[in-house]
């Protein structure tokens, strides 16, 4: 016999960017303590409105499964004494496990006598064991937290009701002041409290209460009524997945409208209609049915069926129309203004009150693009010059009235204000991309000017906060310096510039008057970080990050591409792996400890093979074109350093014999941390 189970926790209004994941959190919760408890079940549903989350198990067992196995005791050295009899530890053991010592047997494991007893335990009903669920009602976890009445109680929002109910019986518990029954709520307005008069006719009891319980259900019903009055009218509509998803997390019983505004406000630029739209009312926008036009129309959906419909139109054109009346007004004056109007103004404004003004940071970012364009060979000198050009100006739409008021748009209007000053597409271009990424795998600059401004902006971050001391510690990272690392990170990986960030740091630094060793080690650490996740998600094994990252160099290309090329090398030929890492780790040891080491003469040898060794050195290539080639050349050194080791003392007798065979090791650990620090891998596995 099989049976449904249902738990619905009824709260206030949950945040809608929290619904999804505390949904999936509930679920989870319930599978993890069904299987704790021995319990089968054949799947978990669940559901999440703004007012509820909830599961509902289907297929569940009528009862435990019946726990039998051998549960292994002390030794029986230790179980028996010199007479034979059962000690206080087999007696004890004995008790734990339910039974008396006339249950226990001796088994032989290993080569030794131990003492063993069958243990049995019937399973419990389902009933039973459900009796303990309120541990997943306040076992859930939350991003934010309140609490209320006088409860020691942290959670999401305040708990109103509860549902338990297996098949058509109430498994109570209490929880928040608040005890399970089979009485849950409707809709907060269309909609009435109700009775759950059997675990499965849930999703049909509130559907009568006009709450549609599957979000994604709903999701698609919402899909349905924009894609229809698109149809209707001849637009496209573009649905956002997130905006979809949100306003999916705050209806209970969606209705799709639509509703118009006056036609002058298309003079705005369409970022602003749709930012005004989409960021802040939560409307749908559309467009002509050839998919180009932006239509004086927004499409919106009610937590509400479709009485009165035309009041809830007219109550958000007014809301709208306020919005837009504001954006109409900021965007006029902003025209009447110029560039160097605005930029006269970042003299006066602080981009923090330990740093300089806006206008002393485009200037240090025009320096940065020049010390960058250096490392960066491939760079086209129009990309540098608009780069430049872009730099003079790029932040100017902070002291726009428009950037005021809708301040996600920064960059964008900063682009769009430029053509209309009369800059030329690419300086826009690149004004606009100073920003990106602006998340981590996010859309990246689609030019080289736009590349260089963006990733110079974000070194410039780096090193003035850096510099004052105000680097992110924990969770901890108000000025987003991680987002900007990682968009250094993703802008070279994407533009193939094959550099070194911390000798590119170090001429920062100095030309900023700046160099300081423990800054720039902290800058150098700070960016390897950023470099793990990178990593991960080419699936190498933990030990190969950490050595390509503890190399002398962080060159991002170089390290993406030294990360596969170990993985791949270990994989496809271990043995040969382990003696790679084995014998470059030796060379190591000794090369890391030589503080100053003398210049290496090469006419010094002592014994063939460290001739041999010699002579691998003179061919080694320093200008090696890619992480293939260099880990070729490390492996062509494993047989001359094995058989120079086994040869060869390092610490010879002869002071000018030692000191040279140091300044070989640190000769060639300096080559091998190009690549890696081959102390950092595994080559035992």
């Known amino acids: 016999m099989v049976h449904n189970y249902l738990l619905e926790i009824g709260m206030e209004e949950i945040p809608a960017r929290y619904l999804l994941s505390l949904s999936q959190q509930l679920k989870e919760r319930m599978a993890n303590f069904l299987n704790d408890n021995r319990l089968e079940f054949d799947a978990i549903q669940e559901y999440a409105t ?46 734990g496990q ?41 076992g859930m976890t939350f991003p934010v937290t309140m609490h209320w009445h006088d409860y020691q109680i942290n959670y999401i929002r305040p708990v109103h009701w509860l549902v338990s109910l297996l098949d058509q019986e109430v498994i109570p518990f209490d929880f928040a002041g608040v005890t399970a029954s089979n009485g849950s709520r409707g809709h907060r307005f269309l909609g009435h409290d109700l009775v759950i008069a059997q675990a499965d006719q849930y999703e049909a009891s509130l559907e009568k209460e006009f709450v549609l319980a599957d979000f994604h259900k709903r999701q698609a019903v919402i899909e349905a009524q ?13 649905i956002d997945q997130d905006l979809l998803e949100e306003v999916t997390a705050i209806v209970e019983w969606p209705t799709a409208f639509y509703g118009d505004f006056e036609e002058k406000y298309l003079e705005i630029p369409d970022m602003v209609l749709i930012t005004a739209m989409k960021d802040h009312q939560r409307y749908f926008y559309a467009l002509d049915q050839a998919g180009e036009k932006l239509q004086a129309i927004f499409i919106s959906v009610r937590n509400g069926d479709a009485n009165h419909l035309e009041n809830v139109v007219r109550g958000n054109q007014k809301v709208l129309k306020a919005r837009l009346e504001d954006a109409l007004f900021f965007y006029k004056e902003d025209l009447k203004g110029s560039i160097e109007t605005y930029v006269a103004k970042l003299d006066h404004v602080n981009e923090h009150y330990k740093l300089g003004s806006l206008a002393d940071k485009q200037a240090r970012v025009g320096q940065i693009l020049g010390l960058l364009a250096v490392k960066v060979n491939q760079t086209d000198k129009n990309d540098l010059e608009t780069a430049k050009m872009a730099a003079k100006m790029y932040k100017f739409d902070l002291m726009t009235g428009m950037v005021g008021e809708f301040d996600e748009l920064q960059g964008q209007m900063g682009a769009w204000y430029a053509r209309q000053f ?33 990733m110079a902006d974000k070194l410039d971050s780096l090193v003035q906060y850096f510099a004052v001391d105000l680097i992110p510690t924990g ?18 990986a994407d533009q193939a510039w094959s550099l070194d960030l911390v000798d590119l740091f170090q001429d920062i630094l100095a030309h900023f008057n700046l160099s300081d060793s423990e800054l720039l080690n902290n800058l150098k650490e700070f960016m ?20 390509v990252l503890a190399g002398d160099f962080l060159n991002v290309v170089h ?63 320093y200008e090696a074109d890619s992480m293939a080639e260099l880990l070729e050349e490390f492996k062509a050194l494993v047989t001359p350093i094995g058989d120079y080791f086994e040869n060869n003392m390092v610490n010879a007798d002869q002071a000018d014999i030692k000191d040279n065979r140091y300044a070989l090791m640190a000769y060639l650990s300096r080559y091998v941390m190009q690549m890696m620090n081959p102390q950092k891998l595994i080559s035992k596995f």
Do not use: C
Request: hydrophobic share 40%; aromatic share 6%; charged share 25%.
């Open 559 to 621: 390290i993406l591409e030294a990360g596969p090329i170990l993985q791949a090398f270990k994989n496809q030929e271990p043995q040969a792996y382990r003696n790679l890492v084995e014998s470059l780790s030796r060379v190591l040891n000794l090369g890391l400890t030589v503080e100053e080491a003398k210049d290496l003469d090469l006419n010094l040898a002592q014994s063939e093979s460290e001739q041999v060794l010699f002579d691998a050195v003179k061919d080694l290539n």
């Open 98 to 138: 339910g039974g008396t010592t006339d249950d226990l047997f001796v088994q032989d494991l290993n080569g030794e006598d131990y003492v063993f007893i069958n243990k049995f335990q019937a399973g419990e009903s389902s009933r039973d064991v459900l009796s303990g669920v309120e541990s997943v009602v306040s």
């Open 422 to 454: 009369g800059q030329s597409d690419q300086v826009a271009q690149a004004i606009a991309s100073q920003y990106l990424p602006t998340t981590a795998g996010g859309q990246l600059p689609i030019t080289k000017a736009g590349a260089l401004l963006a």
């Open 226 to 238: 924009i894609k229809e009055i698109a149809d209707q009218n001849h637009w496209q509509v573009p």
């Open 50 to 95: 703004p007012r509820r989350l909830a599961v509902l198990v289907t297929g569940l067992a009528d009862k435990q499964a019946d726990l039998s196995e051998q549960a292994k005791g002390p030794a029986l050295k230790i179980a028996k004494d010199d007479q034979g009899q059962w000690t206080k530890a087999a007696q004890g053991f004995a008790r």
């Open 475 to 492: 969770s901890n990272d108000p000025y987003a310096l991680r987002r900007q690392a990682m968009g250094v990170v993703e802008i070279m």
């Open 528 to 547: 390897a970080a950023r470099m793990e996740p990178q990593l991960a998600k080419l699936n190498l094994d933990f030990d190969i990050i950490e050595a």
